[in-house]
């Protein structure tokens, strides 16, 4: 069975200061993709990324940077210098072929971002 | 090109009405899902379809039926509508093979009283 964890239920920081979000993923499948997405109060579902299991390469996009690794079944996620436009809550989730195409997703982490 | 469209986006039911949530989507995706978030928590499935006349059941069904007559349209029924079915909820789509984030809609927000 596919199972995402997101141990931090909340996180709050002080802006500017760089904040990581954890995530760790079980699934007995071998090729799999890992995905973050946005939800901002407004409520929406924002995509952020999509990985695969067969690139370990760390991504970098701007403020945003992910880590993924398959020895520890993680895949974090780095907001750096944060703004108060992160706050949000957040959510990984994973897709395997054992899930039939369906998106298994984790708990979330809101995080607050204090001015 | 609009996307995933939901409605309505807000509904107040009373406890044994029925309802129906709609989502359509005009991206020709053959996958289409129903999903729930209860406040505080991620997101469960309650159906899917893989195509034009093809339903299934996800994590959490009960209380809840669903039709898929065309590609475009992925309707979601509560027939009975109890205070455990307030959520909101997500109508998503994907193209076969395509395993690239899904389209998700703007939501419903549900609340039965």
């Known amino acids: 069975a596919q199972k995402v964890t997101q141990a931090q239920t909340e996180i709050s920081v002080v802006e500017k200061e760089d904040v990581t979000l954890d995530c760790v993923y079980e699934t007995r499948d071998t090729t799999y993709y890992l995905f973050w997405y946005k939800q901002p109060p407004s409520g929406e579902l924002v995509f952020l990324i999509r990985?695969?299991?067969?690139?370990?390469q760390n991504e970098i996009s701007g403020r945003y940077s992910w880590n993924f690794q398959k020895s520890t079944s993680s895949f974090n996620f780095t907001i750096t210098a944060s703004q108060v436009v992160d706050s949000a809550v957040y959510f990984c989730a994973l897709w395997t072929n054992f899930g039939n195409e369906k998106l298994t997703f984790g708990t979330g982490t809101r995080l607050t971002i204090i001015p | 090109n609009a996307g995933v469209t939901q409605t309505p986006k807000f509904r107040i039911l009373k406890i044994g009405q029925s309802m129906t949530l709609q989502c359509t989507q005009d991206m020709n995706h053959n996958y289409m899902y129903w999903y729930r978030q209860d406040p505080g928590m991620g997101l469960k499935l309650i159906y899917y379809s893989v195509g034009a006349g093809i339903t299934d059941k996800g994590e959490v069904p009960n209380g809840y039926n669903v039709s898929r007559s065309t590609t475009e349209d992925f309707p979601l029924r509560l027939e009975l509508a109890a205070p455990s079915q307030t959520s909101v909820y997500f109508c998503a789509s994907i193209r076969t093979g395509r395993s690239y984030g899904y389209t998700f809609g703007s939501g419903t927000r549900l609340t039965v009283v």
């Open positions: 990985r695969n299991s067969f690139d370990e």
